[in-house]
């Protein structure tokens, strides 16, 4: 199964529960496939298709999940990078997975621009919070672009979805290819689909470049809850969230 297929699904079933709540922001699940869409248009406008690769350097943010879901449906893979990584480490692993097009959070800004130069293959920046000469507005992307008529998302559920580097290993980080199978496969097994009768909230605060967090980003969509997203773990803002929100699931490490 594709994952793109996810989002669809939990969508056509439990189009107006909230899927993402996001630093005082909320989007319902219709919401995120329509910003999905949208985004998915502008970044084949941009040139990305099947097997291309578009990356994002960011701490988790409802734009993580968008972007995901809007790469998937284009074929093209995403690549989460590690935001606590140096310029040398970004670097080596930018011009390993070779994106056409890189989204950047604005703490990041600064970090991107020191290596740009040594970078390959990127054609596109996207600021991901205010504007950037040069780069394109992630917000003006999404308000300028009619979305992405709904259709099959292209590839196959073998192709690679994500390309997710390693840490904690000696030498640079490793690039390990996921298929949209490796997480359909599981969340198939082991989560059961959205009901319109049975709701729940989810805390993230796992960073998303990280496969725990990626995959319980991907297990809240298919099964219809509401993800509570953090940017990073802090222990008051996670009890306030989990009070307020009446959280019911959270991962810890």
Do not use: C
């Amino acid at each position: 199964m594709h994952t793109a297929e996810l989002l669809a699904m939990t969508a056509a079933i439990v189009p107006d529960r909230t899927a993402v709540v996001f630093e005082g922001k909320r989007y319902t699940y219709a919401q995120l496939q329509e910003r999905v869409g949208r985004l998915a248009a502008a970044l084949a406008r941009l040139g990305v298709g099947l097997g291309d690769r578009v990356a994002i350097l960011q701490v988790n943010s409802a734009a993580t999940v968008e972007a995901y879901y809007a790469a998937a449906s284009l074929g093209a893979i995403f690549v989460p990078l590690n935001f606590r990584a140096k310029q040398d480490e970004l670097t080596y692993m930018l011009n390993t997975a070779e994106p056409h097009v890189l989204l950047v959070g604005g703490r990041y800004t600064e970090l991107v621009k020191g290596i740009a130069s040594r970078l390959s293959s990127l054609r596109h920046f996207i600021a991901l919070e205010g504007g950037v000469e040069g780069w394109l507005p992630y917000a003006d992307l999404l308000s300028s672009t009619p979305p992405q008529g709904a259709g099959e998302p292209q590839g196959t559920d073998e192709d690679t979805t994500v390309l997710m580097f390693t840490a904690g290993t000696t030498g640079f980080p490793k690039g390990v290819m996921l298929s949209h199978q490796s997480f359909t496969s599981y969340l198939l097994s082991n989560v059961p689909p959205a009901d319109p009768e049975v709701e729940e909230r989810n805390l993230l605060s796992v960073p998303m470049y990280h496969i725990a967090g990626l995959q319980a980003m991907m297990a809240a969509v298919y099964g219809g809850r509401t993800l509570v997203v953090m940017r990073q773990f802090e222990p008051v803002e996670w009890m306030r969230l989990v009070q307020e929100e009446r959280v019911q699931r959270a991962m810890m490490v």
